[in-house]
Nanobody, 117 residues
Framework: QVQLVESGGGLVQPGGSLRLSCAGS????????MGWYRQAPGKQRELIAI???????NYAESVKGRFTISRDSAKNMVYLQMNSLKPDDTAVYYC?????WGSGDLWGQGTQVTVSS
């Protein structure tokens, strides 16, 4: 089964930190691009951070300097370290990968991040 599984979401106070993890699996599947999107209630899904090629990364302006994406390519893992969290960061966070399987676009099931006091 080809899939992405996220973990690490939860409830955190403003100014706090969380680390999201995403594990990709699939026999014989190559994981190219990996990254993170989020979707807040009533809003469209937006790109947060992604490896565009190799070690090149791209961040949304709203998270630059606060969020850091990292990757373990050998394990098909991608991480999102989120610091200085704000209530506006509240959303469902989705892991994304471009893969050598199916349509090429693979999504995780999502993990809820809530920033509230």
């Amino acid at each position: 089964q080809v899939q992405l599984v996220e973990s690490g979401g939860g409830l955190v106070q403003p100014g706090g930190s969380l680390r999201l993890s995403c594990a990709g699996s699939g026999r014989g599947v190559t994981f190219y691009t990996m990254g993170w999107y989020r979707q807040a209630p009533g809003k469209q899904r937006e790109l947060i951070a992604i490896f565009t090629s190799g070690r090149t990364t791209n961040y949304a302006e709203s998270v630059k300097g606060r969020f850091t994406i990292s990757r373990d390519s050998a394990k098909n893992m991608v991480y999102l370290q989120m610091n200085s969290l704000k209530p506006d960061d509240t959303a469902v966070y989705y892991c994304y990968a471009r893969v050598s399987w199916g349509s090429g676009d693979l999504w995780g099931q999502g993990t809820q991040v809530t920033v509230s006091s």
